[in-house]
């Protein structure tokens, strides 16, 4: 499922319900999910949003098992793939990187480094 909308207009309420509705329907598990989206912030966002949505369903559920089921999926959280797109991309990299040739111990820039790179690669373009 895509979601593609502007700012504030409720993407993230709409995936975390999809996500639930999958989750309470045994369609899908936490671990099953990826949602991923531009900024720390609403990734962080997503995951509390589910945390929150699982743990109310929890304090409902009158059925052992469905409980005992929320609650799987509410550990399973942290570890989910619910983060930014350069994220996920980073963690199939460092998952895979030997199918690519790559060393397994190469690290993300940070902005001030990528910043000093953008610079030099824009000053070898223009000379």
Not at 41 to 55: D, W
Not at 73 to 94: K, Y
Not at 110 to 124: F, I, N, Q, S, V
């Amino acid at each position: 499922m895509l979601v593609s909308a502007s700012a504030g207009s409720g993407k993230t309420f709409v995936m975390i319900e999809k996500m639930i509705a999958l989750i309470l329907g045994e369609k899908a598990d936490v671990a099953s999910v990826l949602a991923v989206t531009f900024t720390n912030l609403a990734a962080g966002e997503m995951k509390e949003r589910l945390r929150a949505a699982l743990t109310a369903r929890i304090r409902v559920e009158t059925d052992q098992a469905a409980r005992a089921r929320l609650k799987e999926q509410l550990s399973d959280i942290p570890s989910a793939d619910i983060c930014t797109l350069h994220a996920f991309c980073t963690n199939v990299i460092r998952r895979y990187f030997y199918e690519g040739g790559l060393d397994g111990n190469f690290r993300v820039l940070d902005e001030t480094e990528a910043a000093k790179l953008r610079a030099r690669a824009a000053e070898g373009a223009l000379e």
